[in-house]
């Protein structure tokens, strides 16, 4: 199987590759492309439109280095999404699963019931105080625990197969998981591909379970996309991830010195090297939730004080939020208490951008919706940031403004405390659960993480994880 080298152009995608593009794509006219995460507007020169629109018809890429090169540019931008070969490609017999498991006989059976017989099956015992038995699989005992990155590192270690899927004992992946996922490793740059991972409710109480079935951070949505800091999809866990071999080999395995976001690490090191990793949602596999509050808030401040020892390996990567200067101004002006100062900011953006396009009104017009879009998105992640990292500074930020007489300040906080909450409850309208208990949730969700983003900061005295995207 040949793969991409590391640090260099990536090879051509294979004959029969196909690719479509996203459906949040918009063309304003058929040489103008507006899409992609983060968003970008991309005009074609004529050949350009005709691949484009081949493409649409089902056409393959072909061999030609602009073909090539153009729908490598859309791939990456996520304008367009692969449509690989599904004739040529692995099958499930040349993957093998890796399973770490510690003390959970009870997951790892359902794991292994799951998994069925098609792929051969590692489970890494780390450490367990009964050693755990295994009908079926290889089993390697650690004499001590190392943690998930050391276990996973000693099962691809011992596999004998170009491709291993890692999946988390108590994940129980959906019949047909591996034959979905397969196909993208067609192309030679791809290093991983991940599955979509839904909330399984049993054992867990009503309203929680509710809750984690809609807003489980283990759940990164319906739609397909490239995987990269800064995009719809940042980043995908290892409770189902398959990965090549030599992308593994290349990156050194994952980091064992990180207890949490061994598996962000990983990826983000993958994307570093050159390799491509996938969000492929029509995969499907499931992880329980949380079986009480105490438990889910720990789960959920162990995931905030993962984010100073990755900001310490990959600097702005994780910053809480990446948006744009002008936008940050216009908000921040907003929120001081100078609306028409933080509008006047967003209309000008806005103008300075439709003017790109000179005469072309169609495309003014979709640049100006970008742009008022792209603020509103950027209030939303401010809020966001707001509510995981940033909201020691601003209740000190509000309380200095109130002291000099302007509630300005604390009124915009209260509203990025509450509304979003609101906002969520009703796109969601989840059952069984009332705006209230939805909102403050949410609030404890986005709290406790935070709770661990500041613990990781005092441990690693270093700020970077706090720091913005600007």
């Known amino acids: 199987m040949s793969t991409a080298p590391p640090g260099q152009p990536p090879p051509p995608l294979p004959a029969g ?4 593009l996203d459906p949040s794509v918009r063309r304003p006219r058929p040489e103008v492309l507006v899409g992609g995460s983060p ?59 890796v399973i770490p498991v510690r003390d959970r006989a009870a997951g790892l059976e359902a794991t292994l019931s799951a998994l069925g017989a098609e792929s051969p099956v590692i489970v890494v015992d780390d450490g367990s105080t009964a050693p755990v038995q295994a009908d079926g699989a290889e089993v390697i005992r650690r004499p ?42 067609a192309d030679p740059a791809v290093a991983a591909v991940a599955p979509r991972i839904v909330s399984r409710a049993a054992g867990t109480p009503g309203w929680l379970a509710t809750y984690e079935q809609r807003r489980s951070s283990l759940d990164l949505g319906p739609r397909e996309a490239p995987v990269r800091p800064g ?29 949490y976001g061994e598996d962000v690490d990983l990826v983000w090191r993958l994307g570093q090297r050159g390799w491509r990793v996938r969000y492929e949602p029509a995969a499907h596999a499931s992880h329980p939730a949380r079986t009480g509050l105490g438990p889910w808030l720990r789960q959920r401040h162990q995931y905030g004080r993962s984010a100073a020892p990755l900001a310490a390996r990959h600097s702005r990567a994780v910053a809480p939020v990446a948006v744009s200067p002008w936008s940050a101004a216009a908000w921040g002006l907003l929120g001081a208490g100078y609306p028409l100062a933080g509008a006047g900011i967003a209309a000008a953006t806005s103008v300075t951008l439709a003017r790109r396009a000179g005469s072309d009104r169609a495309t003014a017009a979709a640049l100006a919706r970008l742009a008022a879009a792209g603020h509103l998105r950027a209030g939303a992640a401010l ?16 309380g200095a403004f109130c002291r000099l007489g302007r509630r300005a300040p ?6 990025v405390l509450t509304l979003p909450s609101v906002v969520e409850w009703v796109r969601e309208r989840p059952p069984g659960l009332g705006p209230l208990r939805w909102s403050a949730l949410t609030l404890a969700d986005d709290l406790a ?21 600007w």
């Open 39 to 97: 968003i970008r507007v991309l005009r074609l020169r004529p050949a350009g439109v005709q691949q484009v629109e081949g493409w649409a018809r089902g056409e393959p890429i072909g061999p030609s280095p602009g073909a090539q090169a153009l729908a490598r540019r859309l791939l990456d931008a996520g304008i367009a999404q692969p449509r690989p070969n599904r004739t040529r490609h692995p099958s499930p017999g040349d993957v093998t699963v």
């Open 144 to 185: 001590s625990p190392g943690g998930p990155a050391a276990a996973r590192n000693d099962g691809w270690r011992a596999a004998a197969t170009d491709l291993i899927a890692f999946v988390d004992a108590d994940c129980e992946p959906a019949q047909g998981w591996l034959a979905t996922l397969l196909p993208h490793f």
């Open 231 to 259: 995009t719809t999809v940042a980043y995908v866990p290892t409770a189902a991830l398959t990965v090549r071999r030599q992308a593994l080999l290349d990156a050194c395995g994952f980091d064992e010195t990180l207890r």
């Open 17 to 20: 590759f196909g690719l479509a």
């Open 410 to 415: 604390a009124v915009a906080l209260g509203a």
């Open 449 to 469: 993480y935070q709770s661990g983003v500041w613990a990781g900061v005092v441990e690693t005295h270093s700020a970077a994880a706090l720091l913005p995207n």
């Open 383 to 398: 809020a966001g940031a707001i509510r995981r990292a940033w909201l020691p500074p601003a209740l000190v930020a509000a």
